[in-house]
Nanobody
Framework: QVQLVESGGGLVQAGGSLRLSCSTSGNIFSIFIMGWYRQAPGKERELVATVTTGGSRNYADSVKDRFSISKDNAKNTVYLQMNSLKPEDTAVYYC?????????WGQGTQVTVSS
């Protein structure tokens, strides 16, 4: 099994930056893709960014050129650097791992962007 713990959320003004972290543990060698998703109040959960074990990255159009996903294999951690934040980025952000054991979600971390 794989376990995920997110951190780094908070309150920031529009135009500011935050970095989210997702620490992985357990059967991490079975993971083949990691991703960040978000869910705003009253909306469905949506993909923000993903990164494969090979380093291929994919972004939602709404965050391209503002957000960057990266991973530190030595620390077993995936990051989401969020720049030029907008009020519409306000949501609970979730980390997700796809592995040989299936999909695993973190508990989520709140990001609030004030105008």
């Amino acid at each position: 099994q794989v376990q995920l713990v997110e951190s780094g959320g908070g309150l920031v003004q529009a135009g500011g930056s935050l970095r989210l972290s997702c620490s992985t543990s357990g059967n991490i060698f079975s993971i083949f893709i990691m991703g960040w998703y978000r869910q705003a109040p009253g909306k469905e959960r949506e993909l923000v960014a993903t990164v494969t074990t090979g380093g291929s990255r994919n972004y939602a159009d709404s965050v391209k050129d503002r957000f960057s996903i990266s991973k530190d294999n030595a620390k077993n951690t995936v990051y989401l650097q969020m720049n030029s934040l907008k009020p519409e980025d306000t949501a609970v952000y979730y980390c997700k791992a796809e592995s040989g054991f299936g999909s695993v979600w973190g508990q989520g971390t709140q990001v609030t962007v004030s105008s």
